[in-house]
């Protein structure tokens, strides 16, 4: 038990110990952008689910391969907040609260936001890339592909997931969700999980450009140089 505690202390303490305080003092307040994400989840469900509604979402929100790029690209930001119709919203809402709120504590609502919209874009456009490539190439989808509804919700949790984690050094945790989706797709291979991975990826790289970035900062800060200066 000791020595698992002092693996979780490792693992998880220094998100913890960002989150606490702002939790603590602050409660709902903190998390604005978490609960605002939640409500607009659950509402565009409910309306999602009415026989009045279920047209107007769809168009509002819903993208797919086969659209136009330029109608995606105007979809996408409310796309973020339409969950799968086969799938328990309950889990999403719960997801989006937790990883949303952890990232909007960590950092800072705007760039949680944008790290949420790239994720989310990342699965929209390999989706395309995907069914160009067609169903030989290992990276490729095939046609009907084109036609399913993007994944939503779930490519942002989880690219905000593994951005978190690497960030904030439970790279045990960062990896258990890269593998898990991993094997989604190739327990049930889908679009969904696909976008999932694609998500992973752009995580991936911008996590190694902002650690690139630190770096270069922190080697010029110690050189006593001013950046661009040999």
């Not at 456009?125 to 995907?130: M, N, Q, S, T, W």
């Not at 049930?188 to 991975?197: I, P, W």
Request: with cysteine; glycine share 8%; charged share 15%.
């Amino acid at each position: 038990m000791k020595t698992l505690a002092r693996w979780a202390r490792a693992e998880w303490e220094p998100l913890y110990d960002t989150v606490r305080g702002p939790l603590q003092r602050r409660t709902w307040r903190a998390v604005p952008l978490a609960l605002t994400a939640v409500a607009l989840t659950a509402a565009l469900h409910v309306v999602h689910h009415q026989s009045w509604g279920y047209g107007v979402v769809q168009d509002v929100g819903a993208v797919r391969a086969a659209d136009p790029l330029w109608l995606a690209l105007l979809r996408t930001p409310l796309s973020l907040f339409v969950p799968a119709l086969d799938l328990p919203v309950w889990g999403a809402l719960a997801q989006i609260l937790f990883v949303f709120g952890i990232a909007e504590i960590c950092l800072g609502r705007w760039r949680t936001l944008a790290l949420a919209y790239a994720a989310t874009l990342a699965g929209t456009l390999y989706a395309r890339v995907g069914v160009w490539l067609g169903p030989d190439s290992p990276l490729g989808l095939s046609a009907p592909d084109a036609h399913v509804v993007d994944t939503g919700p779930s490519a942002a949790v989880v690219g905000l997931a593994v951005f978190l984690g690497l960030r904030y050094g439970a790279r045990v945790t960062a990896g258990a969700v890269i593998a898990s989706m991993v094997a989604e797709v190739l327990v049930k291979e889908n679009l969904a999980g696909r976008e999932h991975l694609a998500a992973i990826a752009a995580m991936l790289a911008l996590c190694a450009i902002s650690t690139a970035r630190r770096r270069w900062v922190r080697d010029v800060a110690g050189s006593g140089l001013p950046p661009g200066e040999p």
